[in-house]
Each structure stands twice: as C-alpha cells, then as structure tokens.
C-alpha cells in the first residue's frame, strides 16, 4: 500500500510539473513583454526596395527629387544616389576617405554627412563634378557616437542628436541645432525630453530602458513632429516640435532588422532604412496607423 501511495506521490509530482512547464512555455510566448513578435504592430509596410551589396550597411538616407534618394553607408566616404523608380544606385559621389558615416541631410545643392565623431561634411554642388567639401567640426566627439543628421529647412539649420552620451549627461535626451550661417552647433539643446515621461511607462520593457538611443530623426513636412529612430532596439518616436512625446511605436525586427535611416517625401510619405542582416539593406515605405 505505501508503495502504491509513493507511485501516486511521484505520478502527481511528473504531472504537476508537466503542466507548470507548459504554463511557463505559454506565458513566455503569449506574453509581448517576452515575446516581442506579440506586439502589435501599427504600421504597415506600402513598398519594399532590396539595396545592392554596397548599401547593406546603409547608415542614412536623404531625400533629394521624385523618386530620387541619397544614401550612405557607416565604412566609405561615398554618397549613392538610388532612384527608387528604378531601384538602382544611379550614381556614386566619393566625397571623402573610409570612416564612420552614419547620417546625411541635403539642403537645395548642398549635402551634409555626418560622421560618428561629430564632424559634419558639407559637400557644396554635391552632384556636380566640380563638387567642393568643406569639414566642420562640433562640440561632438566619438564618445557621443553620433548617428542622427535631418535638415530643418525653415529655419536654416540642421537637427543632430547623440546616440550615446548626451552633451548634459542627467538621464534626459537632447536634440541640438547646427547652424548653416555660422558653421556651429548650439550649446543649448533645441528639445530636451525624459524617459519617465508617461508615453514609455506604458510598456514593460521601455521602463528597464534609460534611454532611447536614435540612430537618426527627420521633420514631418505638414505638422513640424520630429520623429526618432532607434536601430538597436527598433522603434520609433515622435515628438511635437516642443518635445512633447505623442507616439512610440515598436519596429518588429524582423521586418527592420536594425533601421538606420529615416525620411519623410515633401508630400508626407515615410522612409526608413535598414542594415542588413543575413540578408540586404533594405528602404521600405511605411504607413503608421492612427499617426499623431
């Protein structure tokens, strides 16, 4: 009989943990916060575009005409112009020698390359063959890794953020101004925002995050939100032009295995650019759902 009781003992035991197993199985692939494949995605993506082997490393991207983009990537001092009509790098500009490239803005005939060091490339007449590059430095270093690089044409400047180190290191991040005029990049940040602000403590996993690291910005051309890219843990945040954040939205990474480019067209059409892994760069248009 007590070996009938220690059989049922050790049967009830297999059991229980048989379904404790299972119970952890489910909730660890049932649960977002786990899985991230559960979150919900709030886009959709309109056009898809495979880089050549080039651009697998695709770092920044720029728009320049219809259907006309420019791109560059983190190892060569090389602007690729791709039309997106055709889906071929039209051109290559080779502005400078092999470095850390990881952002670019164009302003009329002017474009700007930003190199993870801070220091911007103004590349004057950049499609002309005659082209002429001027180097300026900031008040950046390699310390700040420097990724986000978009122009603000209304006011005559370019936005630039750190994608490490923040110039004022008090846990906020900043976004700070380069003046086309005077060749510098303001002290004082033109936006300022807070990872306790109440839009990230809607989530799990941004609370165990101090930061958001972008790996580039652009302006919405009809409401001035500035939207930030984060490529690590692909997301995607947008601001009002005071810095208020609106809206942040998880990037499966599957879809941007790391988003390193962001753009917007002059009619509002939204860009983004991805480095490849196991596989080519990628461009995709992306339409997000219920847009602040």
């Not at 489910?26 to 977002?32: D, G, K, S, T, Y």
């Not at 112009?81 to 071929?88: A, E």
């Not at 809206?247 to 983004?272: A, C, M, R, V, Y």
Request: glycine share 6%; with cysteine.
């Amino acid at each position: 009989m007590k070996l009938k009781n220690n059989e049922n003992r050790i049967a009830f035991i297999i059991v229980a943990s048989a379904l404790l197993v299972v119970s952890l199985m489910w909730f660890a692939f049932e649960n977002p916060s786990i899985n991230p494949k559960l979150l919900k995605e709030n886009y959709t993506i309109v056009q898809k575009w495979e880089m050549p082997k080039e651009l697998v490393e695709i770092s920044g991207i720029a728009w320049i005409s219809e259907n006309k983009i420019a791109a560059v990537e983190d190892e060569d001092g090389i602007i690729f112009i791709y039309d997106l009509k055709t889906s071929q790098v039209e051109r290559t500009i080779n502005f400078g020698s092999a470095g850390d490239y990881e952002g670019i803005a164009v302003m009329e005939n002017t474009a700007y390359v930003l190199r993870s060091d801070g220091e911007i490339f103004e590349i004057n007449n950049y499609l002309d063959s005659n082209f002429n590059v001027t180097r300026h430095n900031t008040i950046f270093s390699g310390i700040n890794n420097m990724e986000s690089l978009t122009p603000d044409i209304a006011n005559n400047r370019l936005l630039i953020a750190a994608k490490d180190r923040d110039l004022k290191d008090d846990g906020k991040k900043s976004i700070y101004a380069f003046n086309i005029g005077t060749k510098k990049v303001s002290k004082d940040p033109f936006i300022r925002f807070s990872m306790e602000d109440a839009i990230f403590k809607k989530n799990k996993e941004e609370k165990k995050k101090k930061s958001i690291r972008p790996s580039d910005i652009c302006i919405h051309p009809k409401n001035d939100n500035i939207y930030i890219l984060e490529g690590k843990n692909p997301s995607l945040l947008i601001l009002d032009n005071d810095g208020k954040p609106l809206q942040f939205e998880h990037l499966s990474k599957e879809t941007f295995p790391q988003p390193e480019g962001i753009i917007f067209s002059p009619n509002g059409d939204l860009f983004i650019a991805s480095e490849g892994k196991n596989g080519p760069g990628t461009i995709q248009q992306v339409k997000l759902e219920n847009e602040k």
